[in-house]
C-alpha cells in the first residue's frame, strides 16, 4: 500500500517563473517587442534615443489620464468625461491667463482647483444620488465639452503663452529630457504607491469586488469613490496643463477622443472593465504598447486612420490572448492535480 503522506509532497506549487511567464503583463511586453521589432524594420530612425524621448513626450498627457482612470476603474467605475475636462480645464486656463490677466502660473493652480472640483460633481451625482457612473460621466462629456465650445464659440484659441510656461511642454531638461517627464514620473510614481502599497489604495478592489462588501467590512465606500473622481478630475487640469505648455495653445476641442484612449490602455493592461483586478504598471504596459503603435505608424508614414484601426484589433487581440492563456493554465493546472491525486490513492 502507498504512503499518501510520503506521496503527498509530490503537491508541488507551480514555479515564480512560469507565472511570470504566463502573466498577462508577460503578454503585452512580448508585444511591445514584437512592435519595436516590426516599426524598426519599417521605420526611420526608430530606435534611437531622440525618438525613445519623443514617444515619452507624446505619452505624457495620455498617461495621465490612463493612470487615474486606473483606481476610477478599480472601484467598478468609469470615467468618460476626462476628455471633455481637459478640453474645458485649457480653456479657463487662457482665459485666466489672457481675459484676467492672472499668472500663468497662478492660473495654473485655480485651473487644478477647477478640475477637482469638476471631478467632484461627478462625485457627488454617482455617491449621493447613487447615479450609474457609464451615465453620470457621460453626461458631463457632453456638459463640458459644450462649456468650451460656449466659451470659446468654437473659435476662439488662446496662443502667445510665456516661454517660461511653454517650457513645461516643449523644453528639455540638460538639453535631453523633455521637461514634461518628471511630472509623469512622479505622478505614476503615487498612483502606483496609493494603489498597490496603502490601505486606502488597496480598497478600491474591495469595493470593485463588492460594494456592500466592502461596507460590511467597514470600508467608507462613498468617501472613497468620490476621492477617485475627485482626482480624476484634478488629473484631467493637470494633463491640460501640459497639453497647452506642449502646443502652445488652449482649443476648446482639446483632448477629444483622449477618454477612449486612456481607457483602452487601462483594460489592454489587464485591469477588469468590472472593476477588482488591475495594477498600475500594467496600464504602464498598456500605455508604451499604444504609445509604441502610435509613433511607429507615424515614422513609417502610415495613415492616421490605421491607428485606430490597430488599436482596436490589438485590444481585441490582447484580451482573447488573456482569455486563452486563463484556460490554458486553467487546463494544466487541472491535468496536474488529477496525476498528483492518481498517485497518493491506495493501491490494493
Known amino acids: 500500500m502507498t504512503n499518501p503522506i510520503a506521496n ?53 498627457v495620455l498617461g495621465l489620464l490612463a493612470l487615474v482612470m486606473t483606481p476610477v476603474i478599480l472601484t467598478g467605475g468609469i470615467d468618460l468625461s476626462v476628455g471633455s ?12 491667463w489672457r481675459d484676467a490677466g492672472m499668472d500663468p502660473w497662478l492660473a495654473a493652480i485655480c485651473t487644478l482647483v477647477f478640475g477637482a ?4 460633481l461627478n462625485a457627488v451625482l454617482i455617491t449621493r444620488l447613487r447615479l450609474p457612473p457609464l451615465i453620470v460621466t457621460l453626461g458631463s462629456f457632453s456638459l463640458f465639452r459644450g462649456l468650451a465650445e460656449a466659451l470659446t464659440r468654437g473659435v476662439d484659441n488662446v496662443t502667445g503663452f510665456p516661454e517660461s510656461f511653454l517650457f513645461l511642454g516643449q523644453g528639455y531638461l540638460f538639453g535631453v529630457i523633455p521637461a514634461q517627464l518628471p511630472i509623469f514620473i512622479l505622478v505614476a510614481v503615487g498612483v502606483w ?10 480598497s478600491f478592489r474591495a469595493i470593485g469586488f463588492s460594494p456592500e462588501g466592502a461596507r460590511y ?10 476621492f477617485v473622481y475627485i482626482l480624476s478630475g484634478f488629473m484631467a487640469a493637470l494633463a491640460a496643463l501640459v497639453y497647452v505648455a506642449h502646443y502652445g495653445q488652449a482649443k476648446a476641442d482639446a483632448g477629444s477622443g483622449y477618454e477612449l484612449l486612456a481607457i483602452t490602455a487601462v483594460v489592454l493592461g489587464g485591469t477588469s472593465i468590472f472593476g477588482g483586478i488591475g495594477s498600475v504598471h500594467g496600464t504602464l504596459l498598456g500605455l508604451a504598447v499604444l504609445a509604441v503603435l502610435r509613433r511607429g505608424l507615424t515614422l513609417s508614414d502610415q495613415p492616421a486612420e ?35 491525486v492518481s498517485q497518493i490513492t491506495p493501491t490494493t
Open 306 to 340: 490605421l491607428g485606430s484601426i490597430l488599436t482596436g484589433g490589438l485590444l481585441l487581440a490582447v484580451l482573447a490572448g488573456e482569455v486563452l492563456l486563463k484556460k490554458f493554465s486553467s487546463r494544466r493546472a487541472r491535468v496536474k492535480t488529477n496525476a498528483q
Open 217 to 226: 467590512a467597514g470600508i467608507p465606500v462613498e468617501r472613497r469613490v468620490a
Open 8 to 60: 503527498s509532497a509530490t503537491f508541488k506549487t507551480t514555479p515564480k517563473w512560469k507565472k511570470a511567464f504566463f502573466s498577462f503583463e508577460a503578454l503585452l511586453v512580448v508585444v511591445l517587442v514584437v512592435e519595436i521589432i516590426i516599426f524598426n524594420s519599417t521605420g526611420t530612425n526608430f530606435t534611437t534615443r531622440d525618438n525613445l524621448f519623443e514617444i515619452l513626450r507624446f505619452s505624457v
Open 85 to 96: 475636462l481637459l478640453g474645458l480645464s485649457a480653456i479657463v486656463f487662457g482665459k485666466l
Open 193 to 202: 504607491l496609493l494603489v498597490h502599497q496603502t490601505t486606502f489604495g488597496r
Open 117 to 120: 472640483v469638476a471631478g467632484g
